[in-house]
């Protein structure tokens, strides 16, 4: 089945940068859109930004201007730049996308084990 591996996190320093990695593996026709989101401690999973197939983006408020997201349609990864990082950044962020295995399926929703990024100094 597809599987999403994610790589990149680690610990930063506040005002630092880290690149997240998402690389789709498996059995797909087409991605839809490719999606961040995070988790951070006591908090509730939120949104942080989305990559259609047509190259639209969204960003959550709190990383607009800070964060970018962007996909190499070819190796069916994404990736999300995040620079002038904050403590308030810390979270496990997990990515997704949403996809068709073949012509005239409906869309799939699958999502990455996850990796934490720890901003501290």
């Known amino acids: 089945q597809v599987q999403l591996v994610e790589s990149g996190g680690g610990l930063v320093q506040p005002g630092g940068s880290l690149r997240l990695s998402c690389t789709a593996s498996?059995?797909?026709?087409?991605?839809?859109?490719m999606d961040w989101h995070r988790q951070a401690p006591g908090k509730q999973r939120e949104l942080v930004a989305v990559?259609?197939?047509?190259?639209?983006?969204n960003y959550a408020d709190s990383v607009k201007g800070r964060f970018t997201i962007s996909r190499d349609n070819a190796k069916n990864t994404s990736y999300l730049q995040m620079n002038s990082l904050k403590p308030e950044d810390t979270a496990v962020y997990y990515c997704s996308i949403t996809y068709s295995p073949k012509p005239a399926a409906r869309y799939l929703e699958v999502w990455g084990q996850g990796t934490l990024v720890t901003v501290s100094s």
């Open positions: 990559a259609t197939s047509g190259g639209n983006t």
């Open positions: 498996g059995t797909i026709f087409e991605i839809n859109a």
